[in-house]
C-alpha cells in the first residue's frame, strides 16, 4: 500500500465546546480527517473510566475492534487484560484508547490484514488525542507501542531503548504544550494539568508475534509492574 502524504486532519470535526469524553466519542463517529474512515467499518474512539489514574495508549484497532467499535478486545486486548492483572494494575481506573481511531488494513481475498499507519495519520488523528488527553487527569501515561509513541513521544523516540523507564508527562510529549493545559469548565476556563509520568513499552500484539512469547510476556508483565508501584510510591 502506498503511502500516503497529505490529509486534511481531524481538528476540524472535534467539537470545540466538546466537554465529555462521550461527546468527543459521538464526533469521532463522523471523522474524515484522513482517508482511513473509508475502508474503515466505524471508528473506535477510547474506553474506560473518565477519572481513570490510568491512561493506555495503542496503535490503531484491529479486525475486531473495528467490528464491535471497542478498543482491545481481540487477541492483543485479552492478553492485554491479563498483564494487567499479573502486574497488579487495577483494571476498573483504566481508560484505553489508540493514536489512530480507524483500522488500516488491505485486503487479501476475505481476509483484512493489519497494515502499520503511517505518520500522516498519526499526526491527522493526535488531535482526538490531544482532546482526549483534555479531559482526562491520569496519574500515569501508558505508551504501548512505536506507533503510540510517535503520536505522544515523537518520532525519534525508541521504545526498544526507553520502555519500562518513567519519564515526566507532559514534559517528555513532542509537544508538552498541547497538554500542560485543560479545560475546567465549558466557559472556556482553563487550568495547568496535574504532573504526572509517562512509560512506553511493547504493544501486546508484539508479544502474541514473538519467537518466545513467554520471555516477551515477561516483560510486558515487568514494565507494567515498573507503572504499578509507580502508583503506589
Known sequence: MAE???APGAQQFIPPQAGTLAEL???AAGCRGCELYRDATQTVFGRGDE??????VGEQPGDLEDQHGLPFVGPAGRLLRRAVDDAGLDPAHLYITNAVKHFRHELRGRRRIHQTPDRVHIVACRPWLVAEFARLRPDLVVVLGATAAKALLGPTFRV???RGELLPWPAAAERPEDFTRVPVDRAG???DA???RVLATIHPSAVLRADNQDVAYRGLVDD???AARALTG
Do not use: C, G
Open 194 to 196: 496535574p504532573a504526572a
Open 189 to 191: 476556563t482553563v487550568a
Open 160 to 162: 526498544t531503548r526507553q
Open 224 to 226: 507494567l509492574t515498573v
Open 51 to 56: 477519572s481513570a489514574r490510568v491512561v493506555f
Open 25 to 27: 466519542r459521538a464526533a
Open 4 to 6: 500516503q502524504t497529505d
